[in-house]
């Protein structure tokens, strides 16, 4: 379908987004993770200019992604995706820092300015997400666990389960969805 | 959980086949639109004389300023549900049902005495058109906010006006085959202040039901 032709050569998510939505898990996971590593500067900058501390930077960073990946029908399908990531970032970003008392956020610098300097995890932060999967129901939260932290897939976790693959993926999708609201909801 | 461990479940949730927001929001003032219209020919129906107005200038000028308002809403709506959005160009747009309408009262100005004024902004249906607009617009605003929630706009409450807007222009073009007041001293007084009772209530609903 082109997409290599009309890919274009400065914006390398671009061929890693076309991949992902035709199917192609590890582009995605790839993806996600330099998005990762980009919207964790972002967020590390806006929040040490709000005098924010650190710790609740991953907690950004994975509202950021989960949002990323719920409304990825937004990207327009163009020749670039860090602006549209961008805005996304900077969406919850604002969102997450009102939420902690931040009552006018400065305008956070652009994408392009921090893609320079990827940061990896701080693996020693204490996470919004475990707090908030707790609220699903044990299915929904057994499902998440088992895909997310013990690493199966989900013909595997189907199989455990004893659920076809449809239901597993039907319920992951509504986990994703549920903890997102959660995330909306949550006032710390 | 760690970030790494977060992304392989978004990356396990494969993609599924969803149409556009744009397409969502198409089908859902189309949709929305045909159900206030339904609803109004069998309430209320067409003034009689429909055939006759249809052929005036001031009879179709309703129907261009209301036609104005809708089309770059709509757009609007389409655009605006992308995080990125950059719609200054359409939201100049909006404008235009303005400019049609103050040129308009102007040639009316002109063209009738000044005793008539009063009594062609008055009216005959003022509560009509302030009542009828709004509630015409309710299907066509419920369905387009309901299609918006798939999208993620930067400014919830600006989309929320903006399917308020389309709804009320699309309200507005329906109410405008029953009002007998075709004067554009009447349009002007009547017409947008029913639109912005819509405007207002589908920012207040933006706010509620298009965050994510």
Same mark, same amino acid.
């Given at each position: ?61 994975? *509202? ?41 956020? *400065? ?22 997400? *475990? ?58 | ?34 159900? &206030? ?66 040129? &308009? ?19 005959? $249906? ?10 015409? &617009? ?16 930067? $400014? ?21 085959? $029953? ?20 405007? #207002?209530? #589908? ?10």
């Amino acid at each position: 379908m082109g997409a290599s032709a009309d890919a274009s050569p400065d914006d390398p998510w671009v061929p890693l987004m076309r991949a992902a939505i035709a199917g192609d898990q590890a582009a995605y996971t790839r993806l996600l993770d330099e998005i990762g590593r980009s919207v964790r500067a972002m967020a590390r900058s806006a929040f040490s200019r709000a005098r924010l501390g650190d710790a609740d930077v991953e907690d950004v960073v994975q *509202e950021t992604l989960l949002a990323i990946h719920l409304k990825r029908h937004t990207w327009d399908g163009g020749p670039r995706v860090a602006p549209w990531a961008a805005a996304i970032a900077r969406h919850k970003i604002i969102d997450a820092m009102r939420r902690r008392g931040i009552r006018r956020a *400065e305008p956070i610098e652009d994408f392009e300015q921090v893609l320079a300097a990827p940061e990896a995890e701080d693996p020693h932060t204490m996470r919004d997400v *475990e707090r908030l999967l707790g609220g699903l129901g044990p299915r929904q939260q057994d499902i998440v666990r088992s895909i997310s932290i013990n690493g199966q897939s989900i013909a595997e976790t189907a199989r455990r389960l004893s659920m076809t693959e449809v239901a597993v993926r039907v319920a992951l999708h509504r986990a994703l969805k549920a903890l997102a609201a959660a995330y909306r909801n949550s006032l710390t | 959980m760690k970030t790494s461990e977060l992304i392989q479940a978004l990356a396990a949730d494969a993609p599924q086949p969803t149409p556009s927001v744009g397409r969502r929001a198409a089908l859902a003032i189309f949709i929305g639109g045909a159900a &206030s219209l339904a609803l109004f020919m069998a309430a209320i129906g067409m003034r009689p004389d429909i055939r006759a107005a249809a052929l005036t200038v001031r009879f179709q000028l309703k129907f261009l300023d209301s036609f104005l308002l809708a089309l770059p809403s709509i757009l609007l709506c389409w655009r605006l549900a992308r995080p990125d959005a950059k719609p200054r160009a359409l939201l100049a747009a909006l404008a235009a049902p303005a400019v049609v309408l103050a040129i &308009s009262v102007v040639a009316e100005l002109a063209l009738i005495p000044r005793d008539e004024w009063m009594k062609k902004l008055v009216g005959s $249906n003022a509560m009509h058109c302030l009542t009828l607009i709004p509630l015409l &617009s309710i299907p066509p605003l419920g369905a387009l906010l309901s299609a918006l929630r798939a999208g993620a706009p930067a $400014n919830p409450m600006l989309s929320g006006a903006m399917a308020g807007a389309a709804s009320a222009g699309v309200a507005a073009m329906i109410y405008a085959t $029953n009002c007998t007041d075709d004067s554009p001293l009447f349009v002007a007084s009547w017409y947008p202040l029913a639109s912005l009772i819509v405007i #207002g209530a #589908g920012a207040l609903a933006g706010r509620r039901w298009l965050q994510w």
